[in-house]
């Protein structure tokens, strides 16, 4: 019951991968903050880059409304890559907590046959 709990809470609060690797599923976990990092560091990359791209479109711009200029301009610029990555992000912390607690459970069974 413990792995069961534990697990899963470190997959979900901190990073998928963490608690299949509590599991001991070595490789799984290894592969799921491998992806999980790659994600985070594309994402940001891409928001920088279309942040550096906004502020680059408005430069000399004099108007009274900087921060809403700012807005339009990154609405314009478009923000379908951010709901890709932002929807296999989700889906990867999804699948880890579901698999993390699955493993877990197995474990914890697999202890409790050994005493």
């Given amino acids: 019951m413990k792995r ?3 697990s899963p809470l470190l997959s979900g609060l901190v990073i998928p991968g963490l608690g299949q690797l509590v599991n001991r599923q070595v490789g799984k976990g290894a592969f799921m903050v491998a992806a999980a990092s790659l994600l985070f560091m594309a994402t940001l990359g891409f928001a920088l880059h ?4 906004a502020v680059i479109a408005l430069d000399g711009y004099a108007g009274p409304d ?3 200029a700012l807005r339009a301009q990154l609405i314009k610029e478009g923000t379908a890559w ?3 990555l932002g929807g296999l992000m989700a889906a990867l912390w999804i699948y880890g907590i579901y698999d993390a607690w699955q493993g877990g459970r197995a474990r914890d069974a697999q202890l409790a ?3």
Wanted: hydrophobic residues 50%; without cysteine; aromatic residues 6%.
């Fill in 4 to 6: 069961a709990l534990i």
């Fill in 50 to 53: 279309k942040i550096t791209q």
């Fill in 66 to 68: 900087k921060i809403g």
């Fill in 82 to 84: 951010l709901w890709v």
């Fill in 113 to 115: 046959g050994e005493r």
